[in-house]
């Protein structure tokens, strides 16, 4: 559950100014920082979007929600899920503040909004938790690498 790994991007605040460039260019608080980003713009695009959410083929966000793995390496973040000024933990906790207030609102959502992904197209309410979970799982996945010695 994406609250759950909330709890996981939390614990990992105080490792922010770890790198390994073997395994990401970035340090840990540029992972962090990325994964709160998009959970708050996702929820933020579903809350003002209309609920005019229609299904419509898309082999991406199929084969994307069905094996629940982004492959890493293979696309590159959208500039507004970016930072380009140095992250402090200040930031980070900030954005997890506003993450975990955004998230309580997914529930009570018209589950036709929707938001447009850069690379799978449209995703509904319930795509988009299935898809900020694969994601920040992704970046706590990399970021566990990052840390190991």
Known sequence: MIADLLD??????????????RV?????????????????SVVTALQQSAPNYK???NYK?????SIKKIPRG?????K?????????????????KTARSLLQELNTMDQKSNFMHPYV????????????EIHTRHHLKIIDDILKK
Do not use: M
Not at 74 to 78: E, G, H, I, T
Not at 85 to 91: R, S
């Open 24 to 40: 990401s260019k970035s340090n840990v608080a540029w992972h962090l920082d990325h994964s709160l980003k998009v959970i708050n």
């Open 55 to 57: 299904w419509r083929f």
């Open 121 to 132: 197209g449209q995703l509904n309410v319930k795509q988009a938790k299935v898809f900020l």
């Open 8 to 21: 996981s991007i939390a614990s990992k605040i105080n490792y922010a100014e770890a790198c390994n460039e």
């Open 80 to 96: 507004a899920v970016q930072s380009f000024d140095d992250i402090t933990v200040t930031d980070i906790e900030r954005q997890l």
């Open 74 to 78: 293979k696309a590159k973040a959208p």
């Open 61 to 65: 966000r199929i084969l994307l929600l």
